[in-house]
Nanobody, 119 residues
């Protein structure tokens, strides 16, 4: 059993910052070898889109809309991924979902955490 536990969502004013974190938990945590881990988001009426991911080789991929503002980081030993979000804009408002893929295995999604950017 594997679960992705997210934290850090909330309400922030435009130009503010927020940090999201996600950890792998559950009975299979010790056997979970991370292949890819990162974040997606979904705004009302829109498709879920990639925000930032890190591959097992350390390669990072960012959506064009967040480049220069968001930074993804991982701690493989702790099976943790974080997303530092700076210079937040109202367009960043969405439910953010943690994503993790076992090395050579299936993928998992978190429950989602709401990020609202508003004055």
């Amino acid at each position: 059993q594997v679960q992705l536990v997210e934290s850090g969502g909330g309400l922030v004013q435009p130009g503010g910052s927020l940090r999201l974190s996600c950890t792998v938990s559950g009975s299979s945590r010790s056997r979970f070898r991370i292949g890819t881990m990162g974040w997606y988001r979904q705004a009302p009426g829109k498709e879920r889109e990639l925000v930032a991911v890190v591959s097992s080789g350390g390669t990072t991929t960012y959506a064009d809309s967040v480049k220069g503002r968001f930074t993804i980081s991982t701690d493989n030993a702790e099976k943790l991924v974080s997303l530092q979000m700076n210079s937040l804009e109202p367009e960043d408002t969405a439910v953010y979902y943690c994503y993790a893929e076992r090395w050579g295995g299936p993928s998992y999604w978190g429950q989602g955490t709401q990020v609202t950017v508003s004055s």
